[in-house]
């Protein structure tokens, strides 16, 4: 049986420990995870909610009684100054009662104070996931409507996204994470409008470039030109392919471009498609003009490495080497020659070279 002292510390107890539980019990109504939880949910969320809310039922029910034992503790309390050890026993009965309901009582709201705390949190993420998507998915749809273009695409991510908000909010405890993918369709899709905003916005500047790449592959096709008329004239059976002029079927292409301002798809496309044709027929021109000019440059070569044999020879005191200096005649000869036959020219210069190691080594 408890003293007075220990009943008036137990009521103390048990009174802050139901103020405490009653704050807890009305913080919960408040919470956004109690309002997510108060929807239609579905797996894992539902389940662990289900439990929660037969717990958190019962603890309206254990509170009322609770409140009730507490008033009448109170009541017994102050009956009288002194009590009466029939007053003892019946505060002790009251306080035995109510400890019984307060430790379950406090293990349901943290129980439910736990759930909320991870429905929420889940939610938080989710959401933190979602928010940015869904600013990019408005920004996409601002400039596709600025262009005054359709994009299926932004509809179907649009509707991806609230399907997974959707479930989200169903079973946030479980949600579905938000896939790579999306992020790059709509990625994908805001460069496109990026180039179709480009492709309006500076058409003139896009085609002057555009003129100026053309005007560049046709000066570089008239040096092509005049180095084959060289090559022809001074090396024999150069192997050139012939060079078929680019410049007619682009300056078309680019004639068109004007017409498909009001038509951005088509316009950006073309302008992309000019664009790369544009640069390989330019690097295509440069290599035929490196390969025509090469052979000059290889007979060129090839006359420089002669005379410098050929100097060397007369510092090691071979000039009247007849033998040698005919070698060397047949050589300048083919190099000389026009046209040019590059092939044996380079044979002959490599000849003369070995007769002249030979001549060091005193073969």
């Not at 994470?177 to 003139?204: F, H, K, N, W, Y």
């Not at 044999?309 to 510092?315: C, E, F, I, T, V």
Request: hydrophobic residues 45%; aromatic residues 4%; proline residues 3%.
């Amino acid at each position: 049986m408890l003293t007075v002292d220990e009943a008036d510390r137990a009521l103390d107890r048990l009174g802050a420990d139901g103020d405490q539980i009653a704050q807890a019990v009305l913080a919960m109504d408040a919470r956004p995870g109690y309002h997510l939880l108060s929807g239609a949910l579905t797996g894992v969320t539902e389940q662990r909610w289900g439990v929660a809310s037969i717990a958190l039922n019962s603890l309206w029910d254990d509170f009322s009684t609770y409140r009730t034992l507490l008033d009448q503790a109170r009541q017994v309390r102050g009956r009288r100054a002194r009590l009466g050890d029939g007053d003892l026993s019946e505060l002790t009965t009251l306080v035995t009662r109510l400890t019984g309901l307060s430790t379950p009582m406090g293990a349901t709201c943290t129980m439910v104070t736990d759930l909320l705390d991870a429905v929420e949190a889940a939610w938080s993420e989710a959401v933190d996931r979602l928010d940015p998507l869904d600013g990019e998915l408005r920004a996409a749809r601002t400039l596709a409507g600025s262009l005054a273009v359709e994009e299926p695409e932004l509809d179907r991510v649009a509707d991806e996204l609230a399907e997974i908000r959707r479930r989200t909010a169903a079973d946030p405890l479980a949600a579905p994470g938000v896939p790579q993918q999306l992020t790059d369709r709509i990625t994908a899709v805001r460069t496109e409008l990026a180039a179709l905003a480009e492709a309006r916005d500076s058409l003139a500047e896009q085609l002057d470039r555009l003129d100026g790449l053309i005007d560049e592959i046709s000066d570089v096709g008239q040096r092509i030109r005049d180095a084959h008329v060289t090559v022809l004239e001074k090396i024999a059976a150069p192997g050139l392919a012939a060079f078929t002029d680019p410049v007619p079927r682009l300056r078309a292409r680019l004639a068109e471009l004007p017409a498909m301002s009001g038509r951005l798809k088509e316009l950006a496309a073309a302008l992309e498609g000019l664009r790369e044709d544009a640069n390989a027929a330019l690097a295509d021109a440069r290599d035929r003009l490196a390969s025509a000019t090469g052979l000059l440059d290889r007979r060129l070569e090839l006359r420089g490495r002669l005379d410098a044999y050929h100097a060397k020879a007369s510092r090691l005191g071979y000039a009247e080497d007849l033998d040698l200096l005919a070698v060397y005649r047949e050589a300048r000869v083919l190099l000389y020659t026009i046209p040019c036959e590059l092939a044996a020219s380079t044979r002959a210069v490599k000849r003369y070279q070995e007769a002249l190691q030979a001549r060091q080594e005193g073969r």
